[in-house]
């Protein structure tokens, strides 16, 4: 997820698909299972390539929610990957409005190497930001287990509308995982404040 340097508010109403028809909403995210608007048993039956017992024979423990978060080290990731850094009481002001923290914790130095999140309306709409993996840690699968157990969990709460910005480099990382670019033509757009005409 982009939008580098801000930790973006939700979208605007106006900028949201809800006008979108149901069937191409649930194409957004084309995950496996199918696409009842309210049941939980959606998230229960997302398939994790990785279980959680894994991850944390591995040395990874699987975090939900911001608590335990060491802010300074999330902060620390962002940097890493190439995310300026950013004030850290806007991070915790942005993680007090997000619906969905996901980390990896590792477990020998208790520092997070894996970090996504989204934001959302709790019920219909959600968009994931800050997706990052430590460097040191990057290509063993945890971006992956994070953006899967994000996804499951925003599906398990009926919550079928799931969008991102991908940087193009990365659109090969987030395809697998079930996300498609201009599904029947929709496309994203984002407020520009230079290019709004006067
Ligand atoms: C993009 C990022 C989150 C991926 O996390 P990761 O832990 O390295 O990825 P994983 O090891 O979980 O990879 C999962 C799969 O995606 C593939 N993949 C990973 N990065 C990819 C990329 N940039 N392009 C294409 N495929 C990619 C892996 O090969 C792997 O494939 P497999 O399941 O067939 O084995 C991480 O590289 C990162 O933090 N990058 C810098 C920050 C960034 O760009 N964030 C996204 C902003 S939009």
Request: charged share 25%.
């Amino acid at each position: 997820m982009l939008l580098r340097g801000t930790i973006s508010a939700p979208l605007p109403p106006s900028l949201r698909l809800r006008q979108v028809p149901a069937r191409l909403l649930r194409r957004n995210v084309s995950v496996a299972t199918s696409s009842s608007s309210s049941s939980s048993s959606c998230g229960d039956d997302y398939p994790l390539s990785v279980s959680d017992a894994a991850l944390e024979s591995r040395g990874f423990l699987l975090r939900r929610g911001a608590e335990g978060l060491d802010l300074e080290e999330l902060n620390a990731v962002f940097a890493a990957v190439g995310f300026p850094r950013r004030n850290l009481e806007k991070i915790r002001v942005a993680l007090e409005h997000t619906e969905a923290v996901l980390w990896v914790e590792h477990r020998r130095t208790q520092r997070p190497v894996a970090f996504a999140r989204a934001t959302g309306d709790g019920v219909f709409n959600a968009i994931i930001w800050d997706v990052v993996v430590d460097p040191s840690f990057q290509g063993i699968g945890l971006g992956k287990a994070v953006i899967e157990r994000l996804l499951k969990d925003l599906l398990g709460k009926g919550i079928s509308n799931i969008a991102l910005y991908s940087e193009p480099r990365v659109l090969g990382f987030y395809r697998p995982l079930g996300f498609v670019a201009d599904p029947d033509g929709i496309r994203g757009m984002v407020y520009s404040k230079r290019l709004k005409k006067k």
